[in-house]
């Protein structure tokens, strides 16, 4: 089973510095400068982690603890990398009682991973959610936007092995 990460190394480049330092140059001393920067960043980075919210917190002169109280209030920001493929299981009240533990401790298994970790390939990543909506197939993951639904433990490796 792969020892999946929740603490993955920065591994930032040089070029994406650079537009960070554009992006903070540029909304830096105007009102509300913190979420657009927050926004940006993640588009660069694909997450923001602990070093990009401290060049964030030095550049637009704020402190560290505002950059890092916005990017964990709102649910747009994530703290971890993603894999190339985002594996989400609803836990949501449906698909809770529609047996979504069973499911989510299937994919754990399958991945390797517990919820909030990425494989150390890069490849996935696991994330439990609340409702997405599709209640009537419940219980219900989604793999990079395509819904599965009417869930059980032994259908969820064949769908993972279709991406892998």
Same mark, same amino acid.
């Given at each position: +089973?792969?020892?999946?990460? #929740?603490? !993955?190394?920065?591994?930032g #480049? ?8 554009? !992006? ?9 400068? *913190?979420m657009? $920067? ?13 070093? $990009?919210?401290?060049?964030?917190? &030095? @550049?637009?002169d %704020?402190?560290? /603890? &505002?950059?890092?109280?916005?990017a #964990?209030?709102?649910?747009?920001? /994530? ?8 594996? =989400?299981?609803?836990?949501? *009240?449906?698909?809770? !009682? ?8 299937? %994919? ?6 517990? *919820?909030? =970790?990425i *494989?150390?390939?890069?490849?996935? =990543?696991?994330?439990?959610t ?5 209640c009537?197939?419940?219980? $219900? +993951? +989604?793999?990079?936007?395509? !819904?599965? @639904?009417?869930? #059980?433990?032994?259908? $969820? ?6 991406? @892998?």
């Amino acid at each position: +089973m792969p020892n999946c990460m #929740t603490k !993955v190394p920065y591994r930032g #480049t040089r070029e994406q510095e650079e537009k960070l330092r554009e !992006v903070i140059a540029f909304y830096k001393g105007k009102p509300g400068a *913190t979420m657009p $920067v927050l926004q940006q960043a993640q588009e660069i980075f694909g997450y923001l982690p602990e070093e $990009v919210q401290i060049m964030i917190a &030095e @550049g637009l002169d %704020i402190p560290l /603890s &505002e950059v890092y109280g916005v990017a #964990t209030f709102y649910a747009q920001f /994530s703290l971890n990398p993603k894999g190339k493929y985002q594996v =989400s299981v609803c836990l949501g *009240t449906a698909c809770y !009682v529609k047996g979504a533990a069973d499911v989510l401790d299937a %994919i754990k298994e399958k991945l390797g991973c517990q *919820t909030g =970790s990425i *494989t150390p390939d890069g490849k996935f =990543s696991l994330d439990a959610t609340r409702c997405v909506g599709a209640c009537g197939l419940a219980p $219900v +993951m +989604m793999i990079n936007g395509d !819904v599965y @639904g009417r869930l #059980t433990p032994d259908l $969820v490796g064949e769908i993972i092995d279709r991406y @892998g």
